[in-house]
């Protein structure tokens, strides 16, 4: 059976004043059926603007889809009129934004909110959408579902407002779920709270998931694969666990060494990325990430981009050496680290 959503060499360009910046650059995915993918970077890697742009949402102009092909369930999405992709959102695939509150209209209740989208694509009733609505509250963790149906957002806590996203979210029981930073400017026992209950509705559902953040530790327990991008490519792909525990891109193992963990007995310090994302108007061909690897080669990492290649099952790294998390951090100059 075809996947439910390919992504193939996808490009999208913004047009600025200074220049025209390549947001995404020749990425390409997969996402079975059923399935999560953790879609994880720095700010400004690439991975919003991917989202934005399986939805079609991408402002236009300055945006501009450049390149590529979004197949979802064998169709084209690029191919898709405006009218057509207005049957596909919020119906078969839905979004969770990062901030709820500016996602949320602020003049408009809870309810109506939840119950537009299931008159719209589910043709019910006014009085079977406030219903279908409540169910969907409680379903989310929000107690009292038909009293607050006619709440407005200020009215809700940061967390519940989240929660109502994820109830719009999937309203109409769709196929794929993106969840852009669902846990931004939540307290950490929110977060758990809020990752645990996507989890748990998309076992119940059966709903695909990409869920995109910058935290390779909320992907940790949910994803079951996970595509490292930086600066609109994507570096490293493979199964969770591999990329955890043998990591093959020194970005990926850059963002790895940055995370505290609990297990550390040795009490080291954390190890942070030196350097800054590259300028994305005036992006040279080669490896982006090499002004700040430690493991540069002069004369080989300054002269191409290196593909994404096979580095294990299932498990694609863009990186010409085979760098691991054993490899020593080199102590003479970057410029001739494995030389």
Do not use: W
Request: hydrophobic letters at 40%; glycine letters at 8%.
């Amino acid at each position: 059976m075809p996947p439910l959503l390919e992504v193939r060499n996808l490009k999208v360009q913004f047009k600025t004043q200074d220049g025209v910046v390549t947001a995404v650059n020749d990425v390409s995915f997969h996402l079975e059926r059923g399935e999560t993918l953790g879609i994880v970077g720095e700010s400004g890697s690439g991975k919003s603007v991917t989202s934005l742009t399986l939805m079609r949402l991408i402002p236009t102009p300055p945006g501009k889809i450049a390149g590529g092909s979004i197949v979802f369930d064998g169709e084209n999405l690029l191919d898709y009129s405006e009218e057509e992709m207005r049957h596909v959102r919020g119906n078969r695939i839905s979004m969770i934004f990062q901030d709820p509150m500016t996602s949320l209209n602020p003049v408009l209740t809870i309810g109506r909110q939840i119950t537009e989208s299931l008159e719209l694509h589910m043709k019910l009733t006014g009085a079977e959408a406030r219903k279908r609505a409540v169910e969907l509250l409680n379903m989310v963790g929000i107690p009292s579902g038909a009293r607050r149906l006619d709440d407005y957002p200020h009215q809700f806590s940061g967390g519940m407002r989240q929660r109502v996203m994820i109830a719009m979210g999937l309203s109409c029981n769709p196929e794929l779920l993106i969840a852009d930073e669902p846990t931004t400017a939540l307290d950490v026992t929110i977060q758990a709270q809020i990752l645990e209950l996507i989890n748990r509705l998309k076992n119940e559902t059966g709903t695909a998931v990409i869920i995109i953040t910058h935290d390779l530790g909320v992907v940790a327990g949910m994803a079951d694969r996970v595509a490292v991008m930086y600066a609109g490519r994507i570096v490293e792909e493979g199964p969770t666990g591999e990329i955890f525990s043998n990591p093959r891109m020194p970005y990926t193992i850059g963002l790895l060494r940055s995370i505290p963990r609990l297990d550390d007995a040795d009490g080291r310090t954390l190890t942070p990325i030196r350097g800054l994302p590259p300028d994305l108007i005036n992006l040279p061909a080669i490896c982006p990430f090499s002004p700040r690897c430690d493991y540069f080669v002069a004369g080989k990492c300054d002269q191409t981009v290196p593909p994404l290649r096979p580095v294990g099952a299932d498990h694609r790294a863009a990186c010409l050496f085979d760098i691991t998390l054993e490899t020593p951090v080199p102590t003479k100059e970057p410029a001739n680290a494995l030389a």
